[in-house]
């Protein structure tokens, strides 16, 4: 039985390390261009050690496959790298906290920093999560007696360069999740401390980020949340192209035509919050690019739903549900709305259409991406959703359910 | 005789108020897409007043040209309002203080901060201007006593927007230039201490700009430096379109065909320094859709010379130069090192072509374009070169020319 993920080699797994004279990732080219650049095309190949198997020695990476390999071992979502070390940034938070039990439970050596910001946040406005939710510490109690999992967790804020750095040092992740942004774009736009803050933190909380893994898990990808908001709403229609144009895109102008395959679409951000996760982008794009990092760029729909198996095994394990008007996202503001039986909020006309997923599909995309890393230099745009509704469709399902 | 503004109407002027119950500004659309969203594109019609003619009462903006109106002068660089107020942010620099005594000296009412890291980064490199420099509280002095002009002077961060916010509340100026960011690329790639530095410095310091333009003078324009390298170097040889692509720029894919006509086209960063400058790129183009703010992005060559009238005058006046290899521009950087018989630093293979202008003409442009402003709402791109040349022939022309 094939996996999503068999035919990816060890040019693709984080347990690589590069040998010989050349560092790769210094040249701001992809193998390919280097290998034609210095004219060895025929003759040349990559060489690299493997860290778990010291006992093959230097070895062509493309040898050997995920299927081959007995580091990787098959589950029901494909070839998994035996106890992977995963990190999660935000791991407090609504997406964080499901993701380190969900990974916890298949056996992922989990581990995540957050700096409580999101419970902030949202005291901020007043409000607070619907579902009533433990503290870190009861947390990480809980998931160890009740799952019997151990978070490795770290307090810190991810802009405390020294005290991140020490963290992966020690852990070494194979593969690092990027919640520990600030996901609100009513938030960003309140006023210029609003503003400067969602930029300041994650624009540069993500630069700082790249040049840790640089420095020290260079081999690791790091799965990046985007935002489809990116893209903006071309007035002409046209296809947004999520992630790059597509290689058969071209440019027609003054009679001439070139191809526009392989660079970022233009973009348009609705918010200051959207304009951070373009900058972003140029700067995760461009860290690829200089130093070979690989990364995934996950434009995700709008989240909805609070049950996984791990949170719904315990309250002491439940994770977040805002539904405020700054971090609660529309399906969970609505059915809150209707259950409260107040009137549903929707902005604008309503008839605005936009990308939706459950969480648990959510966290098995997380997984399979996790298992799937890009290639050295690779920086790749994931689309994250399972269907598409109009607004004005869900306020109208949301109040018919409850009524 | 006509001037390049002499067409342009109190629609551009940074001297309106626009009065009735709509605030455009806020609404996140050109008037003419308001008008015709609002049904009444044909009754209908922005009214305003003058803040120097209250006189003339509630008028129709495009009913006065500059030509028309008696605060616009006839100058032998177009119409020009009279004493129009002209804020530099980063006045101490080589740009900045050359074009506060050009514009002085042509009767502008010139103000102006700096925090005087631009020396304070040259002295980080070891280095220093080559042409001695006097310090500002001199130079304040000097140009009173030489040439007869003020210059309202504050020392500040930009980023310290309390005192920004008071010092352009007190002036109210009509045009903003903004020379206050860090300008170099190797600078910011130094390490992550200068990558953070320069993003946070140049990205935040202009993001708390665009809010106190909004709150206290929205008609004000901004006339900012952008940067050629925003674009990268397409592989596929496709023209750059500094600015936005062109009306009759077309996207084929599919069998099908859509206008990208102005959007903005897909940039490639080639340094942390160049991300700053896309990631600038969004917050102003976004700022001026979402509140009618005016901006002017000069995509600038690489600048040379030092010498102009003003500058030339005193050598208390004079304005820096720098030969280093952080912040020294390659002309100026080549000639000092021919002309000290050391051998000319050539990044790359020499290969490269840029765009180059001599300060002299460089001054002249930003004059037209401070009295020229965009129309509310509008971000617009300026190429601001007059050659381009490969950097081997500006270093063979350099050793040449010196021997």
Redo the contacts between chains.
């Keep these: 039985m094939k996996y999503h993920n068999a035919e990816k080699t060890c040019w693709n797994c984080p347990c690589i390390d590069f040998k010989g004279s050349v560092d790769f990732r210094a040249c701001g080219q992809s193998m390919k261009q280097f290998l034609s650049i210095s004219g060895e095309e025929e003759d040349m190949q990559a060489m690299v050690e493997c860290k778990r198997r010291p006992e093959i020695g230097t070895f062509d990476p493309a040898s050997i496959t995920f299927e081959d390999c007995p580091e990787w071992e098959e589950r029901d979502f494909g070839y998994a790298l035996k106890n992977m070390k995963v990190m999660i940034l935000g791991i407090d938070g609504y997406l964080g906290w499901t993701l380190g039990l969900w990974l916890g439970s298949l056996g992922f050596n989990v581990s995540g920093v957050d700096n409580y910001y999101r419970r902030d946040w949202v005291m901020e406005k007043g409000s607070h999560t619907v579902v009533p939710i433990s503290k870190m510490t009861e947390r990480l109690h809980a998931v160890k007696e009740i799952l019997d999992i151990n978070i490795n967790f770290r307090k810190m804020d991810i802009l405390d360069?020294p005290r991140l750095r020490e963290f992966i040092d020690e852990v070494k992740p194979e593969a690092i999740v990027h919640y520990a942004e600030c996901p609100s774009a009513p938030y960003s736009m309140v006023?210029?401390e609003h503003?400067?803050f969602v930029?300041?933190n994650n624009?540069?909380g993500t630069?700082?980020l790249l040049?840790?893994m640089r420095d020290l898990v260079p081999e690791a990808s790091l799965i990046k949340l985007g935002s489809l908001g990116e893209y903006g709403s071309?007035l002409?229609?046209?296809?947004l192209f999520e992630g790059m144009?597509?290689a058969?895109?071209?440019?027609?102008?003054?009679n001439r035509?070139?191809?526009?395959g392989g660079?970022?679409?233009?973009?348009?951000?609705?918010?200051?919050y959207h304009?951070s996760k373009?900058?972003d982008t140029?700067?995760v794009y461009?860290a690829c690019k200089y130093w070979w990092l690989r990364s995934y760029d996950i434009m995700q729909g709008v989240i909805y739903g609070v049950h996984t198996n791990q949170t719904a095994a315990n309250p002491r394990l439940r994770t977040r549900f805002d539904v405020d008007e700054w971090f609660g996202t529309v399906i969970n503001r609505f059915v809150a709305q209707a259950v409260a039986g107040i009137p549903l909020t929707i902005y604008g006309s309503g008839g605005q259409t936009r990308g939706f997923i459950a969480l648990r599909d959510a966290m098995q995309c997380m997984t399979r991406l996790i298992v799937s890393p890009p290639e050295p230099g690779q920086y790749d745009v994931v689309n994250q959703i399972s269907g598409v509704y109009r607004i004005e469709y869900l306020a109208y399902r949301a109040a018919y359910s409850s009524a």
């Design positions: 360069r006023d210029v503003a400067t930029q300041h624009v540069i630069l700082g040049f840790t071309p002409t229609g046209r296809p144009f597509p058969d895109a071209a440019l027609q102008w003054d035509e070139w191809s526009l660079e970022l679409p233009p973009r348009d951000p609705p918010s200051f304009c373009v900058q140029f700067n461009e």
